[in-house]
C-alpha cells in the first residue's frame, strides 16, 4: 500500500451497470474549442456516448449536470473512441467511434446559450462504414505521409486488416499466421503498423507492403493467390516477448520514436528497429498503462496502473512514484484543463471516472501537549501485583493451544439418511453390473455471531465420492441456520479402506480491530452405512481367507446384529449370513452353534476389514443396549502375516513399476528432442539432403512414448487401487493386534499412526519407507529390550528400499514384542534411558534378533537364550498349533 494517494480534483460515477474498457476512453479537444481545453469521451459497451469538460470550482467536488456536455445511445457497444482528422477538407478534429459491425465519425458542436441553462452541445454523424466482419481495435494516423489528415485501421476478429481513407474503403489485409487478435498502434515517423500475435511476437508491417499485397476477400483466397501470384506479406521485423500484451503505445520524437509494450508481468520498450531498449519486471499484475515524454533527454516516463489500485511512474525503469487509487484503472490519460494542466484521467471497469493529481497535501497537525500528573507509587504497585498473579495464573497451564470457548461460533451438525436413495445419484461410476446405490448426507450450520464467507468442504476418501465437495454459503448473521445436501456413492471399481468423511466449514468472524475478519475452521467427521458398499448376498461353504472372533457373551443371532441385510431365502439360516461388495468379493458371517465364536470368511483377505469393523461395531451398540459394559471380543491368533506380507509385495512391485516407466519415458523423451534436433538441422539446411529415416526412427520413437505413457498412467490407477487394499489390509491387521492383546485406545492410536502413516502414496515419500521408520522407532524405544537397543542412529531422509524383506522381518519383530507384553507409549515411562525422537530415518535392525520362530509367526510369552529351552518353546508351540487345527475342525463341523 502507499504511503501517498492520488489527490482527487474531480469525479464521476458514470451510468449503471454498464462496463468499460482501455479502448473506451479518449481525452481530446473534440468540439475544437479556441480555448484548447480538453475534453473527456467515454464510450460503453451498453452503447452509450458521453462527453465531460471537468470544471469543479473546487478539487474533489462531485460532478455538475452542466460538466456532461453529450450523453447520446448508440445501441451498438461502442469497442473504441478515438479523436483525429479524419473529414476530408478540414483538418479540425473529429470523433471515430468503433462498434462491432460499423465505424462511425461524428462531429462534435456546441452553441453558446443566450440563457441560464448554459451553451448546447450536439452529436452530429458525418459518415459511416459497415464493416464485414467484427471489429476488435483500430489505429489512425497519416498512413503514406499524408498531410494534415488521418486514415482508419481496422483489425477484425479474424486477423484482417481493413483500411479507410476518411470517407472511402482503400483496401484490407490478412495478417499471417494469424490466430487471435492483439493490440494495434501505428508509428508516423516510420509509418509502420506494430502488433502482437497470439505466439507472443511483436511484429511490424510497413504500410507500403501491407498496400502493395495481393488482396483478398477472404482468407482462403488470400491462401490461393500467395501461390499464383502477388508479393507475399511479411513482417519487416519480428521480436518475441514471452508472454501475452495487454496494451501497445508509441511514444515519437524528432530523433527516434519508441514502442511500449504492456505484457502480463513485465513492461517492454522497444526500438523503432526492433532491438529491446529495455525490459522492467513488474511485482503486480498491471492493467493498463500510458508512456509520455520525460523532461530528461534520453529517457521516457510511464504511468502504470495495476490491479492493487496502485499508479506507478517509472522513468525509464525506475520507479519515481507510487500513489494509490480507489478503483482499479482499466485506462490510463493525460489532460489539460482550464485550471490544471497535466491531469491524469482513469477509467475503471465498472464506471468510476476520476481526475487526479499526483503529490501531498500539507498537514498541519501538531500534537497536544501532554499533561504532567504526579505518581502514585501505591497505584502502580496494586497494578504490579495483579499483573504477576495473571502471569503466574497463565504459565500454570501447560496447553500448547488457546482454550476454546464455552460455546463455539459455529457448530455444524450432519444427518444421515436411515435408507439408500430412491433413485441414485451415481453419476460416471466405473463399477459394472448392479445400479450403484447413493446416499444422501445433510449438513446444517447454525452461528451464534456474525458470520463471513463461509465455505463448505466435504471430503471422502476413494473410491467414494460426492456429489459435490464445495459449497459457498452467503454471511449469516447471529443465530442463523444454513443447510446444505449431498451424495455420497462408490466412483470406482474396488472396495473402499474407510467407510467415513469429514466436513470443513471454513468461515471468518469480524472484530472492532479486523473488520475482515479472523479466519476460523469448524470440522466435523461423519460415518456412512455398510448398505453404501455391500448388499445382502448368499452365504459361501467354503473360502480362501478366514477370522475367527471369540466373544465373552451367548451366541447372537445374526440376523438381530444385521437387519438391514437380511433376504427372504436368509431366514431360515440365522447362524450363516452372505454380504456381497459391490466391487469386491462375497464375505460370509458364521455362528457358531456350541460355542461364543463367530467366523468371517472370503475369497480377498482385505475384503474382511470392512466387515469385521461392523460386526465388532454392532456388538457393541446390541450389549450396550442390554446393559452388558464387560463386553469383550478377542481374538486368539496367530496373526495373519503372511497374507498381510502378500499385498505389501504386490503394492511395492507397481511402485517399481512406476519408477521403471518413469526411467523409460525419460530417455524416450530425450531420444525424441535429439531427433527432432537431427531433423531441424536438416530441413534448414540450405542444400538438401536424405533424412536417413529420421523420419521413420522419430514416428517408432512418438509410438514408444505415448505406449509407454499409457502404460504408466495404468500402472498409476493399478497403484492407487492397491494402495487402497493395503490400507484396508492394515486396518485388519491392526484391528487383530488390538483383539489379540487387548489394547487400549491410546495404544491402539499409537499403532495406526505406525502402520498407516500416509493417505497416499508420492513419488518423493512412499508407504514402505515411512512405515520402516516407524516401526524401527517403536523397536528402538518403548519396544527395546535392553539400552543397547536404544542406540539411534538417524538418517536425514527417507528413500525407496530395494526390496521388502527388512521391512516384514520389522513387522514381524514388532507383533512378536507386542505379543511378549511389549506396552506401546509416546512418553518417557516406556524407556526410561532414552529421550523420545521422531526419527526422520532409521537405523537397520540385525537381522540376528528374529529367530526362526519368530519368523514362523509363533508368539511365546518369554524368550530363553539357551538351547534347551528354545527347544522345549518349539515342541509347545508345535503342539498349541496342533491343538489349534483340532479345534478349528471342530467348530467347521460345528458351524
Known amino acids: 500500500m502507499s504511503l501517498f494517494k492520488a489527490r482527487d480534483w474531480w469525479s464521476s460515477s458514470v451510468g449503471q451497470?454498464?462496463?468499460?474498457?482501455?479502448?473506451?476512453?479518449?481525452?481530446?479537444?473534440?468540439?475544437?474549442?479556441?480555448?484548447?481545453?480538453?475534453?473527456?469521451?467515454?464510450?460503453?459497451?451498453?452503447?452509450?456516448?458521453?462527453?465531460?469538460?471537468?470544471?469543479?470550482?473546487?478539487?474533489?467536488?462531485?460532478?455538475?449536470?452542466?460538466?456532461?456536455?453529450?450523453?447520446?445511445?448508440l445501441k451498438d457497444p461502442i469497442i473504441q473512441v478515438?479523436?483525429?482528422?479524419?473529414?476530408?477538407?478540414?483538418?479540425?478534429?473529429?470523433?471515430?467511434?468503433?462498434?462491432?459491425?460499423?465505424?462511425?465519425?461524428?462531429?462534435?458542436?456546441?452553441?453558446?446559450?443566450?440563457?441560464?441553462?448554459?451553451n448546447q452541445y450536439q452529436l452530429r454523424l458525418i459518415y459511416e462504414h459497415n464493416l464485414q466482419r467484427t471489429?476488435?481495435?483500430?489505429?489512425?494516423?497519416?498512413?503514406?505521409?499524408?498531410?494534415?489528415?488521418?486514415?482508419?485501421?481496422?483489425?477484425?476478429?479474424?486477423?484482417?486488416?481493413?483500411?479507410?481513407?476518411?470517407?472511402?474503403?482503400?483496401?484490407?489485409?490478412?495478417?499471417?499466421?494469424?490466430?487471435?487478435?492483439?493490440?494495434?498502434?501505428?508509428?508516423?515517423r516510420t509509418d509502420t503498423f506494430i502488433t502482437v500475435s497470439s505466439s507472443r511476437y511483436v511484429e511490424s508491417y510497413k504500410y507500403q507492403t501491407l498496400a502493395v499485397a495481393t488482396d483478398a476477400d477472404t482468407r482462403q483466397e488470400s491462401e490461393h493467390q500467395k501461390l499464383v501470384s502477388g508479393k507475399k506479406l511479411a513482417a519487416d521485423w519480428m521480436l518475441s516477448i514471452g508472454e501475452i500484451a495487454l496494451d501497445l503505445n508509441v511514444l515519437s520524437n524528432p530523433v527516434a520514436a519508441s514502442v511500449f509494450v504492456l505484457g502480463e508481468r513485465n513492461f517492454f520498450c522497444i526500438k523503432e528497429n526492433g532491438q529491446m531498449c529495455f525490459m522492467k519486471k513488474l511485482e503486480h499484475n498491471p492493467s493498463c498503462f500510458l508512456p509520455y515524454a520525460s523532461v530528461c533527454e534520453g529517457t521516457s516516463n510511464s504511468l502504470i496502473g495495476n490491479h492493487n489500485n496502485m499508479l506507478l511512474v517509472y522513468q525509464d525503469v525506475t520507479l519515481q512514484w507510487a500513489a494509490q487509487l480507489p478503483h482499479v484503472p482499466v485506462a490510463i490519460r493525460v489532460a489539460n484543463f482550464q485550471d490544471l494542466k497535466g491531469v491524469v484521467v482513469t477509467l475503471s471497469s465498472d464506471g468510476h471516472l476520476q481526475c487526479s493529481y499526483l503529490g501531498t497535501d500539507p498537514s498541519f497537525f501538531q500534537a497536544p501537549k501532554v499533561e504532567s500528573r504526579e505518581i502514585n507509587y501505591d497505584e502502580l504497585d496494586a497494578e504490579m501485583k495483579s499483573l504477576h498473579k495473571i502471569i503466574k495464573e497463565a504459565s500454570k497451564t501447560q496447553d500448547i493451544l488457546p482454550l476454546a470457548e464455552k460455546e463455539d461460533d459455529l457448530t455444524v451438525a450432519i444427518h444421515i439418511a436411515p435408507n439408500m436413495d430412491a433413485i441414485s445419484q451415481a453419476v460416471s461410476t466405473e463399477v459394472e453390473g448392479e445400479e450403484v446405490p447413493s446416499i444422501t448426507v445433510k449438513v446444517k450450520i447454525k452461528t451464534r455471531l456474525v458470520v463471513q464467507n463461509p465455505k463448505v468442504a466435504v471430503s471422502v476418501q476413494p473410491p467414494l465420492t460426492v456429489t459435490q465437495d464445495l459449497f459457498i454459503i452467503d454471511s449469516m448473521g447471529p443465530g442463523s441456520v444454513s443447510t446444505v445436501t449431498f451424495g455420497v456413492f462408490l466412483k470406482n471399481s474396488y472396495p473402499p479402506a474407510e467407510l467415513g468423511g469429514a466436513v470443513a466449514v471454513s468461515y471468518s468472524t469480524p472484530t472492532d480491530l479486523n473488520p475482515a475478519g479472523i479466519p476460523r475452521v469448524s470440522q466435523c467427521n461423519f460415518s456412512l452405512p455398510l448398505r453404501l458398499v455391500c448388499i445382502p448376498a448368499s452365504p459361501l461353504k467354503n473360502?480362501?481367507?478366514?477370522?475367527?472372533?471369540?466373544?465373552?457373551?451367548?451366541?447372537?443371532?445374526?440376523?438381530?446384529?444385521?437387519?438391514?441385510?437380511?433376504?427372504?431365502?436368509?431366514?431360515?439360516?440365522?447362524?450363516?449370513?452372505?454380504?456381497?461388495?459391490?466391487?469386491?468379493?462375497?464375505?460370509?458371517?458364521?455362528?457358531?452353534?456350541?460355542?461364543?465364536?463367530?467366523?468371517?470368511?472370503?475369497?480377498?483377505?482385505?475384503?474382511?476389514?470392512?466387515?469385521?469393523?461392523?460386526?465388532?461395531?454392532?456388538?457393541?451398540?446390541?450389549?450396550?443396549?442390554?446393559?452388558?459394559?464387560?463386553?469383550?471380543?478377542?481374538?486368539?491368533?496367530?496373526?495373519?502375516?503372511?497374507?498381510?506380507?502378500?499385498?505389501i509385495d504386490r503394492h511395492f512391485e507397481l511402485r517399481l513399476n512406476s519408477k521403471k516407466y518413469q526411467d523409460l519415458l525419460s530417455e524416450r523423451a530425450v531420444q525424441f528432442r535429439a531427433i527432432q534436433r537431427r531433423l531441424l538441422t536438416r530441413f534448414k539446411d540450405k542444400t538438401p539432403a536424405p533424412l536417413q529415416n529420421l523420419d521413420t526412427l522419430m514416428d517408432g520413437t512418438y509410438r514408444q512414448v505415448i505406449a509407454l505413457a499409457d502404460a504408466a498412467e495404468e500402472n498409476r490407477s493399478a497403484l492407487c487401487q492397491?494402495?487402497?487394499?493395503?490400507?484396508?489390509?492394515?486396518?485388519?491387521?491392526?484391528?487383530?493386534?488390538?483383539?489379540?492383546?487387548?489394547?487400549n485406545r491410546d495404544q491402539t492410536v499409537i499403532?495406526?499412526?505406525?502402520?498407516?502413516?500416509?493417505?497416499?502414496?508420492?513419488?518423493?515419500?512412499?508407504?514402505?519407507?515411512?512405515?520402516?521408520?516407524?516401526?524401527?522407532?517403536?523397536?528402538?524405544?518403548?519396544?527395546?529390550?535392553?539400552?543397547?537397543?536404544?542406540?539411534?542412529?538417524l538418517t536425514s531422509h527417507?528413500?525407496?528400499?530395494?526390496?521388502?524383506?527388512?521391512?516384514?522381518?520389522?513387522?514381524?519383530?514388532?507383533?512378536?514384542?507386542?505379543?511378549?507384553?511389549?506396552?506401546?507409549?509416546?512418553?518417557?515411562?516406556?524407556?526410561?534411558?532414552?529421550?523420545?525422537?521422531?526419527?526422520?530415518?532409521?537405523?537397520?535392525?540385525?537381522?540376528?534378533?528374529?529367530?526362526?520362530?519368530?519368523?514362523?509367526?509363533?508368539?511365546?510369552?518369554?524368550?530363553?537364550?539357551?538351547?534347551?529351552?528354545?527347544?522345549?518353546?518349539?515342541?509347545?508351540?508345535?503342539?498349541?498349533?496342533?491343538?489349534?487345527?483340532?479345534?478349528?475342525?471342530?467348530?467347521?463341523?460345528?458351524?
Open 17 to 73: 451497470d454498464e462496463e468499460f474498457d482501455q479502448g473506451c476512453l479518449c481525452v481530446a479537444n473534440i468540439d475544437n474549442s479556441a480555448t484548447g481545453h480538453d475534453k473527456i469521451i467515454l464510450g460503453s459497451y451498453m452503447g452509450f456516448l458521453r462527453v465531460y469538460a471537468p470544471n469543479p470550482s473546487n478539487p474533489g467536488e462531485a460532478m455538475n449536470p452542466e460538466e456532461q456536455l453529450v450523453e447520446v445511445h
Open 82 to 118: 478515438e479523436a483525429g482528422k479524419f473529414v476530408s477538407g478540414t483538418e479540425n478534429l473529429h470523433l471515430a467511434v468503433l462498434q462491432p459491425r460499423k465505424l462511425s465519425v461524428y462531429t462534435v458542436s456546441g452553441t453558446t446559450g443566450t440563457v441560464d441553462h448554459g
Open 135 to 188: 471489429a476488435c481495435n483500430m489505429a489512425y494516423g497519416p498512413f503514406g505521409g499524408v498531410k494534415g489528415r488521418d486514415f482508419i485501421c481496422i483489425q477484425s476478429m479474424d486477423g484482417m486488416l481493413v483500411f479507410f481513407e476518411q470517407e472511402s474503403y482503400a483496401f484490407g489485409r490478412f495478417l499471417p499466421g494469424f490466430l487471435l487478435p492483439g493490440p494495434l498502434c501505428y508509428i508516423a
Open 543 to 647: 473360502a480362501n481367507y478366514k477370522v475367527t472372533i471369540d466373544t465373552n457373551k451367548l451366541p447372537v443371532n445374526l440376523l438381530e446384529i444385521f437387519p438391514d441385510f437380511v433376504e427372504a431365502f436368509e431366514e431360515e439360516q440365522v447362524n450363516a449370513l452372505g454380504l456381497q461388495l459391490i466391487a469386491g468379493s462375497r464375505i460370509t458371517l458364521l455362528a457358531s452353534k456350541t460355542s461364543q465364536r463367530y467366523r468371517i470368511q472370503s475369497e480377498a483377505f482385505e475384503d474382511l476389514w470392512l466387515i469385521i469393523q461392523e460386526l465388532n461395531t454392532r456388538f457393541e451398540k446390541h450389549f450396550a443396549k442390554q446393559g452388558a459394559k464387560d463386553f469383550r471380543c478377542s481374538f486368539a491368533g496367530p496373526i495373519p502375516l503372511q497374507e498381510y506380507f502378500e499385498k
Open 722 to 743: 492397491e494402495f487402497t487394499r493395503l490400507r484396508s489390509a492394515t486396518h485388519l491387521i491392526i484391528l487383530l493386534i488390538e483383539l489379540w492383546q487387548n489394547l
Open 751 to 793: 499403532l495406526e499412526a505406525t502402520l498407516l502413516p500416509l493417505l497416499q502414496d508420492t513419488p518423493q515419500l512412499g508407504w514402505e519407507e515411512s512405515v520402516d521408520a516407524a516401526v524401527t522407532h517403536l523397536l528402538r524405544t518403548c519396544l527395546s529390550k535392553s539400552p543397547k537397543d536404544q542406540a539411534l542412529n
Open 798 to 895: 527417507l528413500t525407496m528400499p530395494k526390496d521388502t524383506s527388512k521391512l516384514k522381518k520389522h513387522i514381524t519383530l514388532l507383533c512378536d514384542r507386542i505379543g511378549k507384553g511389549g506396552r506401546l507409549t509416546l512418553s518417557a515411562e516406556g524407556s526410561a534411558q532414552t529421550p523420545i525422537v521422531m526419527p526422520g530415518g532409521c537405523a537397520p535392525i540385525m537381522e540376528e534378533e528374529i529367530t526362526e520362530l519368530e519368523l514362523r509367526g509363533v508368539f511365546a510369552n518369554k524368550r530363553q537364550h539357551s538351547k534347551q529351552v528354545d527347544e522345549v518353546f518349539v515342541m509347545a508351540a508345535l503342539e498349541r498349533e496342533q491343538q489349534n487345527i483340532l479345534n478349528y475342525s471342530t467348530e467347521t463341523e460345528s458351524f
